[in-house]
Each structure stands twice: as structure tokens, then as C-alpha cells.
């Protein structure tokens, strides 16, 4: 059965370090998101992205965060200074279409600031 | 704002035993409510309920929606150790373009053996 895919399972960095968190997304999606998980908290939405352009972003998603397509098949998720308190479990999720459609998740990317 | 409340926060029941699980929300436009699984770290999709279909089943697990009471609850009958999880509930909703799932804390289910 397809999944999505993501790489590292954990990332360890200095505070103030530029992390780069890679996804595959299903094959045949279209639609892409980020979602992070502080320890103990709920998953929240950072970033949707269509056609190569984000679709809708939320506060969380400041300038220190960007994603890209950069091929057909990855999906990535650039922090640019790391703070501690961006310490999270981080989320790849594809679905197919919009207006709905499920949205799949990866297993996601331990981040641990130091 | 949309907002998703999940109650008990966690559950500690003996196999075989029927649990009920609670998601109550509040959304603009609402389009649709999620039921995902959560292990050792994916969520993993269970059921999704809209308009069209309030109410789905698949082996022990059984999901229901009210759209007029604003809730859905998860049933989970003959309880194994393996459903040991978090359940999260989420909601999508119908503004075109927007695709943000806004997740509830969660229920921590534990099954004793």
C-alpha cells in the first residue's frame, strides 16, 4: 500500500542551525502539508502547498520556515535558524485532491533543538 | 476559530471491553470529521464522516456523526491489546482552499490484557 515516506526519523541540532526535513508524499497526490507535534501537545497545521506554491499557512509558519518541491517526488520542510522551542515531532501529510480528501501521514521527523 | 474537544483524555479498560470515544467541535462551514490512530507516531486514518455519510464501520470499529449536536463518537467492541493507541479526531474545513485539519488533544485508550 503507498505511504508516505520521511527522512530523518530524528534530527539532532544546535540552536540556530538551518534544518532541512525531507518527505515523499504518495505518488499520485497532489496536495501537500507539514504539521508539527510539541511533546504532549496537539498535532497543528503549519503549511499547505499545491502546485508548487504554499495554499494556505498558519501563524506558526513565520519567515524562518519555507518548503519546496524540488523534484517530483520530495517535499521538504526548511527551518532556517532553529529555536529551541521548534523541538517537535514534524508531519508529512499528501492527499489526492482538495475539498476533503483525506489527508495521509508519514511517520514523521523527531526534531530535538539543542 | 475551529476548535475540537476529545473526551475522556484517557481510558484504561480489560480486553474484550467496549469503549466509546467522544469528539465534540465547533467549525465554520464544517465539510468533514477525521478519526485517526495514533501509535508510536503516524496517525493512521480510520474514518472520515461528512454530510453524505454519518455513520461508518469497519470490523470492531464503528464511527458516528451528528451534525446537528456538533459531535461523533468512536466505538471500538472486543477490544484487543493492539488497539492500545491515541485517537485523534479532526476537522476539515469547507472553505475552498482551505485544507487545515485542526486535530483535538486526543484519547489515550490503554487495554489491559
Known amino acids: 500500500e503507498p505511504e508516505v515516506t520521511q527522512t530523518p526519523s530524528h534530527q539532532v541540532t544546535q540552536m540556530g542551525q538551518e534544518v532541512i526535513l525531507r518527505c515523499v508524499p504518495i505518488s499520485n497526490h497532489l496536495y501537500f502539508y507539514w504539521y508539527r507535534q510539541i511533546l504532549g501537545q496537539k498535532v497543528e497545521f503549519l503549511v499547505s502547498?499545491?502546485?508548487?506554491?504554499?495554499?494556505?499557512k498558519s501563524e506558526i509558519f513565520d519567515d524562518q520556515f519555507s518548503v519546496e518541491r524540488p523534484d517530483g517526488s520530495n517535499f521538504t520542510l526548511k527551518i532556517r535558524s532553529t529555536k529551541l522551542e521548534d523541538s517537535a515531532m514534524y508531519f508529512c501529510?499528501?492527499?489526492?485532491?482538495?475539498?476533503?480528501?483525506?489527508?495521509?501521514f508519514g511517520p514523521g521527523t523527531r526534531l530535538t533543538v539543542l | 476559530e475551529d476548535k475540537v474537544v476529545q473526551s475522556p483524555l484517557s481510558l484504561v479498560v480489560h480486553e474484550g471491553d467496549t469503549v466509546t470515544l467522544n469528539c465534540s467541535y465547533e467549525v465554520t462551514n464544517f465539510r468533514s470529521l477525521l478519526w485517526y490512530k495514533q501509535e508510536k507516531k503516524a496517525p493512521t486514518f480510520l474514518f472520515m464522516l461528512t454530510s453524505s455519510g454519518i455513520e461508518k464501520k469497519s470490523g470492531r470499529l464503528s464511527s458516528i456523526l451528528d451534525k446537528k449536536e456538533l459531535f461523533s463518537i468512536l466505538n471500538i467492541t472486543a477490544t484487543q491489546t493492539g488497539d492500545s493507541a491515541v485517537y485523534l479526531c479532526?476537522?476539515?474545513?469547507?472553505?475552498?482552499?482551505?485544507?487545515?485539519?485542526?486535530f483535538g488533544t486526543g484519547t489515550r485508550l490503554t487495554i489491559i490484557p
Open positions: 479532526a476537522v476539515l474545513p469547507a472553505n475552498f482552499g482551505n485544507e487545515k485539519l485542526t
Open positions: 502547498f499545491y502546485n508548487n506554491e504554499i495554499s494556505e
Open positions: 501529510a499528501s492527499s489526492e485532491g482538495r475539498g476533503g480528501d483525506t489527508q495521509y
